[in-house]
Protein backbone atom coordinates (compact mmCIF):
# COMPACT_ATOMS: atom_id res chain seq x y z
CA UNK A 1 0.00 0.00 0.00
CA UNK A 2 0.79 3.86 -0.57
CA UNK A 3 2.98 5.60 2.37
CA UNK A 4 0.69 8.58 4.10
CA UNK A 5 1.14 11.58 5.71
CA UNK A 6 1.24 11.32 9.59
CA UNK A 7 -2.01 10.91 10.76
CA UNK A 8 -2.49 14.52 11.11
CA UNK A 9 -3.18 14.55 7.58
CA UNK A 10 -6.31 13.01 5.79
CA UNK A 11 -5.75 9.47 4.88
CA UNK A 12 -4.92 8.99 1.32
CA UNK A 13 -4.66 5.96 -1.21
CA UNK A 14 -3.12 5.91 -4.60
CA UNK A 15 -6.18 5.18 -6.41
CA UNK A 16 -9.84 4.42 -6.50
CA UNK A 17 -10.39 0.84 -6.26
CA UNK A 18 -11.06 -1.64 -9.18
CA UNK A 19 -13.36 -4.13 -8.80
CA UNK A 20 -12.12 -7.72 -10.71
CA UNK A 21 -12.13 -7.56 -14.59
CA UNK A 22 -14.93 -10.10 -15.84
CA UNK A 23 -15.01 -13.19 -17.89
CA UNK A 24 -13.83 -12.84 -21.25
CA UNK A 25 -17.23 -12.98 -22.37
CA UNK A 26 -18.83 -10.34 -20.87
CA UNK A 27 -16.25 -7.99 -20.27
CA UNK A 28 -16.16 -5.71 -23.15
CA UNK A 29 -20.04 -4.64 -22.50
CA UNK A 30 -20.43 -5.82 -26.65
CA UNK A 31 -22.85 -7.84 -28.00
CA UNK A 32 -22.35 -11.44 -28.46
CA UNK A 33 -21.73 -12.57 -32.12
CA UNK A 34 -24.67 -14.12 -33.87
CA UNK A 35 -24.99 -17.31 -34.63
CA UNK A 36 -24.31 -17.70 -38.42
CA UNK A 37 -27.40 -19.02 -39.14
CA UNK A 38 -28.97 -15.65 -37.51
CA UNK A 39 -26.48 -13.48 -39.60
CA UNK A 40 -27.91 -14.91 -43.00
CA UNK A 41 -31.27 -14.48 -42.59
CA UNK A 42 -30.66 -10.72 -41.33
CA UNK A 43 -28.34 -10.19 -43.97
CA UNK A 44 -31.31 -11.35 -46.38
CA UNK A 45 -34.04 -9.49 -44.45
CA UNK A 46 -31.65 -6.13 -44.69
CA UNK A 47 -31.21 -6.55 -48.14
CA UNK A 48 -34.60 -6.07 -49.41
CA UNK A 49 -34.67 -2.61 -47.20
CA UNK A 50 -31.48 -1.30 -47.90
CA UNK A 51 -28.65 -1.08 -50.84
CA UNK A 52 -25.92 -1.74 -48.58
CA UNK A 53 -25.80 -3.94 -45.84
CA UNK A 54 -22.99 -5.50 -43.44
CA UNK A 55 -22.89 -8.86 -41.91
CA UNK A 56 -21.42 -9.20 -38.52
CA UNK A 57 -17.86 -9.49 -38.83
CA UNK A 58 -16.23 -13.56 -38.30
CA UNK A 59 -16.50 -14.99 -35.38
CA UNK A 60 -13.02 -15.68 -35.75
CA UNK A 61 -11.78 -12.01 -34.43
CA UNK A 62 -10.13 -12.29 -31.11
CA UNK A 63 -8.09 -9.30 -28.84
CA UNK A 64 -4.85 -8.77 -29.50
CA UNK A 65 -2.02 -6.58 -27.86
CA UNK A 66 1.50 -6.25 -28.64
CA UNK A 67 2.81 -8.01 -25.95
CA UNK A 68 3.22 -5.43 -23.12
CA UNK A 69 4.88 -7.42 -20.09
CA UNK A 70 2.37 -5.86 -17.00
CA UNK A 71 -0.65 -5.07 -19.89
CA UNK A 72 -0.40 -7.88 -22.58
CA UNK A 73 -3.78 -7.04 -23.80
CA UNK A 74 -2.83 -3.42 -24.81
CA UNK A 75 -2.04 -1.96 -27.85
CA UNK A 76 -2.66 -3.38 -31.68
CA UNK A 77 0.06 -4.36 -33.85
CA UNK A 78 -0.33 -3.90 -37.83
CA UNK A 79 -0.53 0.20 -37.42
CA UNK A 80 0.48 3.46 -36.44
CA UNK A 81 -1.78 6.17 -35.38
CA UNK A 82 -1.32 9.47 -36.64
CA UNK A 83 -4.02 11.35 -35.31
CA UNK A 84 -7.63 11.38 -33.71
CA UNK A 85 -10.37 13.34 -33.85
CA UNK A 86 -12.81 12.72 -31.07
CA UNK A 87 -16.03 14.27 -30.90
CA UNK A 88 -18.34 14.11 -27.56
CA UNK A 89 -21.83 15.76 -27.16
CA UNK A 90 -22.63 16.23 -23.24
CA UNK A 91 -26.70 16.47 -22.22
CA UNK A 92 -25.59 17.37 -18.81
CA UNK A 93 -26.09 14.49 -16.98
CA UNK A 94 -22.87 12.87 -15.78
CA UNK A 95 -24.58 9.41 -15.26
CA UNK A 96 -25.48 9.19 -18.85
CA UNK A 97 -23.62 8.15 -22.12
CA UNK A 98 -22.73 10.92 -24.03
CA UNK A 99 -22.81 10.67 -28.33
CA UNK A 100 -19.09 10.55 -29.45
CA UNK A 101 -17.70 9.87 -32.76
CA UNK A 102 -13.85 8.99 -33.01
CA UNK A 103 -11.68 9.49 -35.93
CA UNK A 104 -8.74 7.69 -36.22
CA UNK A 105 -6.15 8.46 -38.91
CA UNK A 106 -2.99 5.89 -39.71
CA UNK A 107 -0.09 4.05 -41.56
CA UNK A 108 -0.42 -0.01 -41.83
CA UNK A 109 3.12 -1.61 -41.02
CA UNK A 110 1.79 -4.53 -42.27
CA UNK A 111 -0.54 -6.27 -44.31
CA UNK A 112 -4.06 -6.62 -42.70
CA UNK A 113 -7.35 -7.88 -43.31
CA UNK A 114 -9.00 -6.67 -40.20
CA UNK A 115 -8.03 -4.02 -37.62
CA UNK A 116 -8.13 -4.41 -33.77
CA UNK A 117 -8.95 -1.43 -31.67
CA UNK A 118 -8.90 -0.74 -28.07
CA UNK A 119 -12.43 0.02 -26.63
CA UNK A 120 -15.19 -1.25 -24.24
CA UNK A 121 -17.30 0.01 -22.03
CA UNK A 122 -19.36 1.60 -24.49
CA UNK A 123 -21.91 1.16 -27.71
CA UNK A 124 -20.83 0.90 -30.96
CA UNK A 125 -23.02 1.79 -33.78
CA UNK A 126 -21.38 1.99 -36.73
CA UNK A 127 -17.95 2.13 -38.11
CA UNK A 128 -16.30 3.17 -41.47
CA UNK A 129 -12.90 3.00 -42.99
CA UNK A 130 -12.03 5.08 -45.69
CA UNK A 131 -15.81 6.31 -45.72
CA UNK A 132 -17.12 2.68 -46.58
CA UNK A 133 -19.09 0.91 -43.80
CA UNK A 134 -17.26 -1.61 -42.45
CA UNK A 135 -17.61 -4.97 -40.47
CA UNK A 136 -16.80 -4.87 -36.50
CA UNK A 137 -17.59 -7.21 -33.35
CA UNK A 138 -17.17 -6.96 -29.63
CA UNK A 139 -14.32 -9.62 -28.35
CA UNK A 140 -12.84 -9.09 -25.23
CA UNK A 141 -11.88 -5.61 -25.00
CA UNK A 142 -11.02 -5.29 -28.56
CA UNK A 143 -13.23 -3.90 -31.16
CA UNK A 144 -12.38 -5.81 -34.57
CA UNK A 145 -12.97 -3.73 -37.64
CA UNK A 146 -12.60 -5.77 -40.93
CA UNK A 147 -13.03 -3.33 -44.12
CA UNK A 148 -14.54 -4.23 -47.17
CA UNK A 149 -11.10 -4.74 -48.83
CA UNK A 150 -7.70 -5.84 -47.03
CA UNK A 151 -5.30 -3.10 -46.21
CA UNK A 152 -1.62 -3.83 -47.90
CA UNK A 153 1.25 -2.37 -46.06
CA UNK A 154 2.38 1.52 -45.80
CA UNK A 155 -1.46 2.42 -46.75
CA UNK A 156 -3.00 5.11 -44.83
CA UNK A 157 -6.43 4.45 -43.76
CA UNK A 158 -8.64 6.42 -41.49
CA UNK A 159 -11.37 4.57 -39.54
CA UNK A 160 -14.46 6.15 -38.06
CA UNK A 161 -16.83 4.89 -35.29
CA UNK A 162 -19.52 6.18 -33.95
CA UNK A 163 -20.05 5.16 -30.56
CA UNK A 164 -21.36 5.98 -26.83
CA UNK A 165 -19.06 7.45 -24.22
CA UNK A 166 -20.54 5.94 -20.60
CA UNK A 167 -19.21 7.92 -17.12
CA UNK A 168 -21.24 5.16 -15.22
CA UNK A 169 -18.72 2.42 -13.59
CA UNK A 170 -20.29 -0.66 -14.28
CA UNK A 171 -19.34 -2.90 -11.54
CA UNK A 172 -17.16 -4.38 -13.86
CA UNK A 173 -15.01 -1.66 -15.19
CA UNK A 174 -14.43 1.50 -13.87
CA UNK A 175 -14.74 3.74 -16.92
CA UNK A 176 -12.07 6.64 -17.65
CA UNK A 177 -14.22 9.38 -16.72
CA UNK A 178 -13.90 10.75 -13.34
CA UNK A 179 -17.83 12.21 -12.36
CA UNK A 180 -17.37 15.83 -10.51
CA UNK A 181 -19.12 17.72 -8.33
CA UNK A 182 -20.55 19.73 -11.82
CA UNK A 183 -19.63 17.42 -14.57
CA UNK A 184 -16.69 15.51 -15.77
CA UNK A 185 -13.11 14.91 -16.29
CA UNK A 186 -10.72 12.18 -17.61
CA UNK A 187 -8.22 10.19 -15.51
CA UNK A 188 -7.22 7.82 -18.34
CA UNK A 189 -4.29 6.10 -16.83
CA UNK A 190 -2.61 3.65 -17.32
CA UNK A 191 -5.19 1.36 -19.51
CA UNK A 192 -9.03 3.36 -19.41
CA UNK A 193 -8.38 5.35 -22.46
CA UNK A 194 -10.43 2.63 -24.35
CA UNK A 195 -13.01 3.10 -22.00
CA UNK A 196 -13.61 6.52 -23.50
CA UNK A 197 -12.99 6.44 -27.28
CA UNK A 198 -11.53 3.68 -29.42
CA UNK A 199 -7.98 3.65 -29.91
CA UNK A 200 -4.49 2.13 -29.85
CA UNK A 201 -4.24 2.32 -26.11
CA UNK A 202 -0.65 2.28 -25.70
CA UNK A 203 1.97 4.52 -24.53
CA UNK A 204 3.94 3.57 -27.22
CA UNK A 205 2.23 5.25 -29.93
CA UNK A 206 1.56 8.45 -29.69
CA UNK A 207 -0.13 10.59 -32.05
CA UNK A 208 -1.83 14.31 -32.53
CA UNK A 209 -5.43 15.20 -31.20
CA UNK A 210 -8.08 17.04 -31.69
CA UNK A 211 -10.91 17.04 -29.37
CA UNK A 212 -14.24 18.39 -29.74
CA UNK A 213 -16.68 19.06 -26.31
CA UNK A 214 -20.72 20.28 -26.93
CA UNK A 215 -22.18 20.55 -23.95
CA UNK A 216 -25.13 23.12 -22.82
CA UNK A 217 -25.01 26.53 -22.60
CA UNK A 218 -23.63 27.37 -19.36
CA UNK A 219 -21.16 24.79 -18.92
CA UNK A 220 -17.19 25.53 -20.27
CA UNK A 221 -15.46 22.49 -22.02
CA UNK A 222 -11.35 22.55 -21.75
CA UNK A 223 -9.01 19.78 -23.43
CA UNK A 224 -5.64 18.86 -24.30
CA UNK A 225 -3.63 21.38 -26.72
CA UNK A 226 -4.99 24.99 -27.45
CA UNK A 227 -8.44 26.02 -28.34
CA UNK A 228 -9.13 26.26 -31.57
CA UNK A 229 -13.05 27.55 -31.96
CA UNK A 230 -16.03 27.92 -30.03
CA UNK A 231 -19.40 27.59 -31.53
CA UNK A 232 -23.06 27.58 -31.05
CA UNK A 233 -24.75 24.60 -32.39
CA UNK A 234 -28.72 23.74 -32.61
CA UNK A 235 -28.77 21.18 -30.17
CA UNK A 236 -31.73 18.97 -32.10
CA UNK A 237 -29.03 16.91 -33.40
CA UNK A 238 -26.35 16.13 -30.58
CA UNK A 239 -24.89 12.67 -31.69
CA UNK A 240 -23.70 14.86 -35.33
CA UNK A 241 -23.39 18.74 -33.43
CA UNK A 242 -20.57 19.75 -35.56
CA UNK A 243 -18.87 18.76 -38.75
CA UNK A 244 -16.02 16.16 -37.87
CA UNK A 245 -13.70 14.60 -40.46
CA UNK A 246 -15.63 12.16 -42.41
CA UNK A 247 -18.84 12.07 -40.74
CA UNK A 248 -20.78 9.02 -40.09
CA UNK A 249 -23.96 7.78 -41.80
CA UNK A 250 -26.49 7.55 -39.24
CA UNK A 251 -28.22 4.58 -40.55
CA UNK A 252 -26.60 1.75 -37.93
CA UNK A 253 -24.98 -0.54 -40.47
CA UNK A 254 -23.11 -4.14 -39.72
CA UNK A 255 -23.85 -5.10 -35.94
CA UNK A 256 -24.39 -2.97 -32.70
CA UNK A 257 -22.07 -3.88 -29.92
CA UNK A 258 -24.40 -2.72 -27.03
CA UNK A 259 -23.49 -1.49 -23.29
CA UNK A 260 -25.30 -3.98 -21.15
CA UNK A 261 -25.08 -1.59 -17.86
CA UNK A 262 -26.42 2.08 -17.43
CA UNK A 263 -25.85 3.86 -14.12
CA UNK A 264 -27.50 2.46 -11.33
CA UNK A 265 -30.76 3.99 -9.85
CA UNK A 266 -29.06 5.41 -6.54
CA UNK A 267 -26.04 7.17 -8.61
CA UNK A 268 -27.26 8.83 -11.70
CA UNK A 269 -24.94 11.56 -11.39
CA UNK A 270 -25.52 15.57 -11.36
CA UNK A 271 -28.96 16.58 -13.36
CA UNK A 272 -28.83 19.70 -14.05
CA UNK A 273 -30.89 20.62 -16.14
CA UNK A 274 -34.03 17.92 -14.69
CA UNK A 275 -33.93 15.96 -17.64
CA UNK A 276 -34.67 18.68 -20.05
CA UNK A 277 -32.70 20.15 -22.87
CA UNK A 278 -30.62 23.38 -23.38
CA UNK A 279 -32.07 25.26 -25.87
CA UNK A 280 -28.78 25.96 -26.56
CA UNK A 281 -25.82 24.41 -26.88
CA UNK A 282 -21.75 25.36 -27.84
CA UNK A 283 -18.95 23.17 -29.37
CA UNK A 284 -15.80 23.43 -27.91
CA UNK A 285 -12.39 22.69 -30.09
CA UNK A 286 -9.37 21.99 -28.73
CA UNK A 287 -5.85 20.40 -30.90
CA UNK A 288 -2.28 19.74 -29.77
CA UNK A 289 0.43 20.66 -31.26
CA UNK A 290 2.27 17.73 -30.10
CA UNK A 291 1.71 14.00 -30.06
CA UNK A 292 0.28 12.88 -27.02
CA UNK A 293 -0.53 9.02 -25.47
CA UNK A 294 -3.74 7.90 -25.15
CA UNK A 295 -3.39 7.56 -21.48
CA UNK A 296 -2.70 11.41 -21.24
CA UNK A 297 -6.37 12.48 -22.84
CA UNK A 298 -7.94 15.17 -20.93
CA UNK A 299 -11.45 16.49 -21.10
CA UNK A 300 -12.94 19.30 -18.47
CA UNK A 301 -17.00 19.20 -18.86
CA UNK A 302 -18.43 21.67 -16.33
CA UNK A 303 -19.32 24.98 -14.32
CA UNK A 304 -16.05 26.22 -14.75
CA UNK A 305 -14.05 29.65 -15.11
CA UNK A 306 -10.68 29.27 -17.08
CA UNK A 307 -7.94 31.61 -15.38
CA UNK A 308 -5.27 32.87 -18.07
CA UNK A 309 -1.71 34.27 -17.25
CA UNK A 310 1.93 33.58 -19.18
CA UNK A 311 4.47 31.45 -18.13
CA UNK A 312 8.01 32.12 -19.13
CA UNK A 313 8.86 33.12 -22.33
CA UNK A 314 5.31 34.05 -23.13
CA UNK A 315 3.83 30.24 -22.29
CA UNK A 316 -0.19 30.76 -21.92
CA UNK A 317 -0.84 29.27 -18.80
CA UNK A 318 -4.27 28.40 -18.10
CA UNK A 319 -6.18 26.79 -15.04
CA UNK A 320 -9.54 24.98 -15.11
CA UNK A 321 -10.77 25.31 -11.27
CA UNK A 322 -14.56 25.59 -10.27
CA UNK A 323 -16.52 28.80 -10.26
CA UNK A 324 -17.10 29.04 -6.64
CA UNK A 325 -13.55 28.28 -5.56
CA UNK A 326 -11.58 30.82 -7.86
CA UNK A 327 -10.46 33.33 -5.29
CA UNK A 328 -10.19 30.44 -3.01
CA UNK A 329 -7.59 28.70 -4.75
CA UNK A 330 -5.83 31.72 -7.04
CA UNK A 331 -2.97 31.86 -4.83
CA UNK A 332 -1.86 28.72 -5.26
CA UNK A 333 -2.09 29.19 -8.90
CA UNK A 334 -0.49 32.15 -9.41
CA UNK A 335 2.85 29.94 -8.20
CA UNK A 336 2.80 27.92 -11.76
CA UNK A 337 4.93 30.74 -13.74
CA UNK A 338 7.93 30.32 -11.20
CA UNK A 339 7.26 26.48 -11.16
CA UNK A 340 7.69 26.32 -14.51
CA UNK A 341 11.07 28.68 -14.72
CA UNK A 342 12.57 26.50 -11.81
CA UNK A 343 12.06 23.23 -14.16
CA UNK A 344 13.12 24.75 -16.93
CA UNK A 345 16.31 25.69 -15.33
CA UNK A 346 16.73 22.30 -14.77
CA UNK A 347 16.68 20.77 -17.81
CA UNK A 348 15.30 22.78 -20.18
CA UNK A 349 12.48 24.54 -22.03
CA UNK A 350 9.19 23.56 -21.15
CA UNK A 351 8.04 20.99 -24.12
CA UNK A 352 4.54 21.77 -24.94
CA UNK A 353 2.64 24.58 -26.57
CA UNK A 354 0.33 25.59 -23.19
CA UNK A 355 0.28 24.58 -19.38
CA UNK A 356 -2.33 24.70 -16.88
CA UNK A 357 -3.79 23.08 -13.69
CA UNK A 358 -7.17 21.20 -13.91
CA UNK A 359 -9.03 21.39 -10.65
CA UNK A 360 -11.54 18.89 -9.66
CA UNK A 361 -14.49 18.99 -7.45
CA UNK A 362 -13.85 15.26 -7.04
CA UNK A 363 -12.72 12.55 -4.34
CA UNK A 364 -9.96 10.70 -6.67
CA UNK A 365 -7.52 10.12 -4.10
CA UNK A 366 -4.58 10.88 -6.95
CA UNK A 367 -3.64 13.61 -9.13
CA UNK A 368 -2.58 12.98 -12.67
CA UNK A 369 -0.33 14.47 -15.18
CA UNK A 370 -2.46 14.70 -18.48
CA UNK A 371 -0.88 16.70 -21.04
CA UNK A 372 -0.71 20.21 -20.85
CA UNK A 373 -3.39 20.14 -18.12
CA UNK A 374 -2.36 18.88 -15.07
CA UNK A 375 -5.67 17.07 -12.77
CA UNK A 376 -6.24 17.49 -9.33
CA UNK A 377 -8.19 17.16 -6.96
CA UNK A 378 -9.51 20.61 -5.53
CA UNK A 379 -9.57 19.25 -1.68
CA UNK A 380 -5.55 19.34 -2.25
CA UNK A 381 -5.77 23.11 -2.22
CA UNK A 382 -8.69 23.63 0.07
CA UNK A 383 -7.60 21.54 3.02
CA UNK A 384 -5.67 23.19 5.43
CA UNK A 385 -4.49 19.61 6.75
CA UNK A 386 -1.80 19.23 3.81
CA UNK A 387 1.10 21.82 4.55
CA UNK A 388 1.86 24.09 2.15
CA UNK A 389 5.10 22.51 1.40
CA UNK A 390 3.50 19.09 0.55
CA UNK A 391 1.11 21.27 -1.71
CA UNK A 392 4.03 22.65 -3.96
CA UNK A 393 5.55 19.62 -4.29
CA UNK A 394 2.95 17.83 -5.48
CA UNK A 395 2.46 20.68 -8.15
CA UNK A 396 6.06 20.19 -9.45
CA UNK A 397 5.41 16.60 -9.06
CA UNK A 398 2.82 16.89 -12.28
CA UNK A 399 4.62 19.18 -13.56
CA UNK A 400 7.80 17.80 -14.37
CA UNK A 401 5.69 14.64 -15.90
CA UNK A 402 4.87 17.40 -18.69
CA UNK A 403 8.77 16.66 -19.75
CA UNK A 404 9.27 13.08 -17.96
CA UNK A 405 6.03 10.78 -18.82
CA UNK A 406 4.30 12.93 -21.15
CA UNK A 407 7.06 14.41 -23.67
CA UNK A 408 9.20 11.21 -23.30
CA UNK A 409 6.82 8.38 -22.88
CA UNK A 410 7.88 5.27 -21.64
CA UNK A 411 8.22 2.41 -24.52
CA UNK A 412 6.67 -0.43 -22.29
CA UNK A 413 5.21 0.20 -18.69
CA UNK A 414 8.01 -1.39 -17.23
CA UNK A 415 9.33 1.57 -18.23
CA UNK A 416 7.18 3.64 -15.31
CA UNK A 417 9.83 3.87 -13.29
CA UNK A 418 11.53 6.78 -15.61
CA UNK A 419 8.61 8.31 -15.10
CA UNK A 420 7.88 8.33 -11.69
CA UNK A 421 11.32 8.41 -10.57
CA UNK A 422 12.18 11.55 -12.10
CA UNK A 423 9.11 12.87 -11.28
CA UNK A 424 9.47 12.18 -7.72
CA UNK A 425 13.51 13.44 -7.86
CA UNK A 426 12.21 16.70 -9.04
CA UNK A 427 9.58 17.51 -6.24
CA UNK A 428 11.70 16.03 -3.53
CA UNK A 429 14.64 18.45 -5.29
CA UNK A 430 12.12 21.45 -4.74
CA UNK A 431 11.18 20.32 -1.64
CA UNK A 432 14.60 20.72 -0.23
CA UNK A 433 15.57 24.35 -2.18
CA UNK A 434 12.20 25.88 -1.41
CA UNK A 435 11.52 24.16 1.89
CA UNK A 436 14.61 22.99 3.12
CA UNK A 437 13.47 19.21 3.37
CA UNK A 438 16.76 17.89 2.35
CA UNK A 439 16.97 15.49 -0.72
CA UNK A 440 19.89 13.08 1.19
CA UNK A 441 17.34 12.81 4.14
CA UNK A 442 14.85 11.54 2.04
CA UNK A 443 16.81 9.80 0.31
CA UNK A 444 18.38 7.75 2.93
CA UNK A 445 14.96 6.79 4.41
CA UNK A 446 14.37 5.48 0.93
CA UNK A 447 17.15 3.12 1.20
CA UNK A 448 16.33 1.80 4.15
CA UNK A 449 13.00 1.04 2.76
CA UNK A 450 13.98 0.09 -0.60
CA UNK A 451 14.62 -3.99 0.06
CA UNK A 452 10.83 -4.06 1.33
CA UNK A 453 9.64 -2.37 -1.69
CA UNK A 454 11.76 -5.00 -4.29
CA UNK A 455 10.33 -7.92 -2.10
CA UNK A 456 6.25 -6.29 -2.18
CA UNK A 457 6.46 -4.53 -5.99
CA UNK A 458 9.60 -6.28 -7.77
CA UNK A 459 12.63 -3.93 -8.73
CA UNK A 460 11.78 -0.20 -10.23
CA UNK A 461 12.58 -1.38 -13.81
CA UNK A 462 10.91 -4.81 -13.80
CA UNK A 463 7.71 -4.20 -11.16
CA UNK A 464 5.33 -7.27 -10.77
CA UNK A 465 2.94 -7.72 -12.66
CA UNK A 466 -0.43 -6.68 -11.43
CA UNK A 467 -2.98 -8.85 -9.87
CA UNK A 468 -6.37 -9.33 -11.65
CA UNK A 469 -8.44 -6.80 -10.80
CA UNK A 470 -5.53 -4.53 -9.82
CA UNK A 471 -4.55 -2.51 -12.76
CA UNK A 472 -3.06 0.37 -10.43
CA UNK A 473 -1.14 -2.37 -8.60
CA UNK A 474 1.73 -1.09 -10.79
CA UNK A 475 1.81 2.26 -9.06
CA UNK A 476 3.83 1.39 -6.40
CA UNK A 477 6.92 3.13 -4.13
CA UNK A 478 9.62 0.75 -5.87
CA UNK A 479 8.73 3.41 -8.95
CA UNK A 480 8.32 6.32 -6.93
CA UNK A 481 11.19 6.99 -4.52
CA UNK A 482 12.68 3.61 -5.59
CA UNK A 483 13.37 4.75 -8.83
CA UNK A 484 14.47 8.19 -7.28
CA UNK A 485 17.06 6.22 -5.82
CA UNK A 486 18.40 5.42 -8.66
CA UNK A 487 18.56 8.38 -9.76
CA UNK A 488 20.48 9.38 -6.51
CA UNK A 489 22.93 6.60 -6.63
CA UNK A 490 23.50 7.69 -10.55
CA UNK A 491 24.34 11.27 -9.85
CA UNK A 492 27.05 9.87 -6.54
CA UNK A 493 28.56 7.64 -8.54
CA UNK A 494 28.84 9.99 -12.10
CA UNK A 495 28.80 13.28 -10.29
CA UNK A 496 26.30 16.86 -10.55
CA UNK A 497 27.57 18.01 -13.10
CA UNK A 498 27.39 14.92 -15.50
CA UNK A 499 23.81 14.01 -13.95
CA UNK A 500 22.54 17.34 -15.01
CA UNK A 501 23.97 17.16 -18.34
CA UNK A 502 22.05 14.01 -18.96
CA UNK A 503 18.77 14.89 -17.69
CA UNK A 504 18.68 17.65 -20.03
CA UNK A 505 19.83 15.25 -22.75
CA UNK A 506 17.19 12.78 -21.98
CA UNK A 507 14.65 14.98 -22.47
CA UNK A 508 16.08 16.85 -25.61
CA UNK A 509 17.15 13.45 -27.47
CA UNK A 510 13.88 11.84 -26.73
CA UNK A 511 11.16 14.75 -27.01
CA UNK A 512 7.81 13.99 -28.37
CA UNK A 513 9.18 10.58 -28.93
CA UNK A 514 9.31 7.28 -26.49
CA UNK A 515 12.14 5.70 -24.40
CA UNK A 516 13.08 2.70 -22.44
CA UNK A 517 15.32 1.63 -19.21
CA UNK A 518 17.61 0.59 -21.72
CA UNK A 519 17.95 3.66 -23.83
CA UNK A 520 18.36 5.58 -20.50
CA UNK A 521 21.15 3.73 -19.91
CA UNK A 522 22.89 3.64 -22.89
CA UNK A 523 22.46 7.44 -22.53
CA UNK A 524 24.09 7.43 -19.11
CA UNK A 525 27.19 5.92 -20.66
CA UNK A 526 27.59 8.01 -23.23
CA UNK A 527 27.47 11.18 -20.59
CA UNK A 528 29.68 9.66 -18.11
CA UNK A 529 31.98 8.58 -20.58
CA UNK A 530 32.00 4.85 -19.52
CA UNK A 531 30.08 2.03 -19.29
CA UNK A 532 27.34 1.96 -16.75
CA UNK A 533 25.40 -0.98 -17.20
CA UNK A 534 26.89 -3.16 -14.73
CA UNK A 535 26.41 -0.35 -11.59
CA UNK A 536 22.87 0.26 -13.19
CA UNK A 537 22.07 -3.34 -13.31
CA UNK A 538 21.91 -4.07 -9.73
CA UNK A 539 19.78 -0.45 -9.44
CA UNK A 540 17.06 -1.40 -11.51
CA UNK A 541 16.56 -5.48 -11.43
CA UNK A 542 18.33 -6.26 -8.18
CA UNK A 543 16.19 -8.14 -6.04
CA UNK A 544 18.18 -6.41 -2.60
CA UNK A 545 18.95 -2.90 -2.84
CA UNK A 546 22.46 -2.16 -4.00
CA UNK A 547 25.43 -0.33 -1.72
CA UNK A 548 24.84 3.55 -2.32
CA UNK A 549 28.10 4.96 -3.29
CA UNK A 550 29.10 7.56 -0.84
CA UNK A 551 27.45 6.36 2.00
CA UNK A 552 28.43 2.70 3.13
CA UNK A 553 26.74 3.61 6.37
CA UNK A 554 23.21 3.49 4.82
CA UNK A 555 21.62 -0.06 5.25
CA UNK A 556 18.61 -1.39 4.93
CA UNK A 557 15.99 -1.83 7.33
CA UNK A 558 13.62 -4.82 8.13
CA UNK A 559 11.73 -3.70 10.03
CA UNK A 560 8.21 -1.46 8.74
CA UNK A 561 7.49 0.03 12.25
CA UNK A 562 10.82 1.52 12.93
CA UNK A 563 10.22 4.94 11.43
CA UNK A 564 11.32 5.06 7.28
CA UNK A 565 7.98 4.44 5.39
CA UNK A 566 6.28 6.98 8.16
CA UNK A 567 8.50 10.09 7.52
CA UNK A 568 5.94 12.55 5.81
CA UNK A 569 8.83 13.36 2.98
CA UNK A 570 7.56 9.80 1.48
CA UNK A 571 4.84 10.47 1.79
CA UNK A 572 4.63 13.35 -0.66
CA UNK A 573 4.61 12.08 -4.42
CA UNK A 574 2.17 9.62 -6.62
CA UNK A 575 2.77 6.89 -4.39
CA UNK A 576 0.77 8.55 -2.13
CA UNK A 577 -1.70 10.88 -4.40
CA UNK A 578 -1.46 9.51 -7.53
CA UNK A 579 -1.16 6.94 -10.21
Not at 97 to 114: C, G, K, M
Not at 135 to 141: H, I, L, Q, S, W
Request: contains cysteine; proline residues 9%.
Amino acid sequence: MPHTLDTALPPRTHGPTRTPRPSESRRAGLKPPESRNSRRLKSALLASAVSVCLVAASALATPLGIGDRLFRDLGNPGYDVTSYDLSFTYGGSNGEPLQAVTTIDAWTTRPLDSVNLDFTHGEVQSVRVDGVPADFKGTGEDLVVTPGHPLGAGEWTRITVRHTSDPAPDGDRDSGWVRTGDGLAMANQPDAAHTVFPCNDHPSDKAYFTIRVTAPDGYTAVANGLPAGMNPVNPVNPVNPVNPVNPVNPVNHGNSANKGNKASKGNKGNKENNGKKSKRAVTWTYRTQHPMATELAQVSIGRSTVLHRTGPHSLPVRDVVPTHARDQVEPWLRKTPDQIAWMEDKVGRYPFETYGVLMADAATGFELETQTLSLFELRVFTDPAYPEWYVDSIMVHELSHQWFGDSVAPRVWSDLWLNEGHATWYEALYAEEKAGRTLEARMKAAYASSDRWRASGGPPARPKVPAPGDRLGIFRPNVYDGGALILYALRQEIGTAAFDRLQRSWVSRHRDGVASTRDFVALASETAGRDLTRFLRGWLYGEKTPPMPGHPEWKPDPDPDRGPDRDPALASGREARAR
